[in-house]
């Protein structure tokens, strides 16, 4: 009977433990993903991609910091131009870059975190964008020093100021990242 308490003390002060940590502390999170995108065309462009991320936890459900990420592709354009008698297509390759900051809000149900994202920055393809992105995020730990997160988010522009015309570009993001807690 000794035993089996010592173990239950034992099991739950390291999880305690794990719950001071996103208390007061911090992660670096480390994801690959997918990004796509359509252009003016309506040609819809994508690729595979890194996110990395560094968020201070204040309190266990919010959680704020930088974040940059880049999708190969992801920020490529279709141009089609006609002369007069016939139309030219000219793709112009490009990779997405996202700068910014984004936050979490979520609630700890045991081994289960979901929570909702909101992001703001820099958009940066064939064109650059100031931008916002809402999504959501389902973090589980198979073990204690492994948390993993599942991702999905819509990042849309608030303006084009580089192109001519004045259409958004808009992405969906999809991810699996590794967090390292401290």
Request: hydrophobic share 40%; aromatic share 10%.
């Amino acid at each position: 009977m000794k035993a089996v308490v010592a173990g239950a003390l034992l099991l739950s002060t390291g999880a305690w433990a794990q719950d001071e940590a996103r208390l007061t502390g911090a992660e670096l999170g480390v994801g690959v993903g997918y990004a796509r995108g359509k252009d003016l065309e309506g040609e819809t462009h994508g690729g595979p991609g890194v996110r990395l991320h560094l968020l201070k936890h204040l309190g266990r459900f919010f959680s704020i910091g930088p974040e940059l990420a880049v999708y190969a592709r992801a920020g490529s354009r279709m141009d089609v131009t006609f002369d007069g008698s016939q139309h030219h297509y000219d793709l112009r390759n490009r990779a997405l870059l996202q700068l910014g900051g984004v936050a979490r809000l979520g609630v700890d149900l045991g081994g289960v975190r979901p929570a909702v994202l909101f992001g703001a920055g820099w958009n940066k393809g064939t064109v650059s964008n100031l931008g916002y992105s809402v999504g959501a995020e389902l973090e589980f730990r198979p073990t204690p020093w492994l948390p993993l997160a599942l991702e999905g988010r819509l990042h849309k522009n608030l303006h084009n100021y580089t192109y001519e015309t004045d259409r958004k570009a808009d992405y969906l993001s999809l991810g699996i990242s590794w967090r390292l807690l401290w």
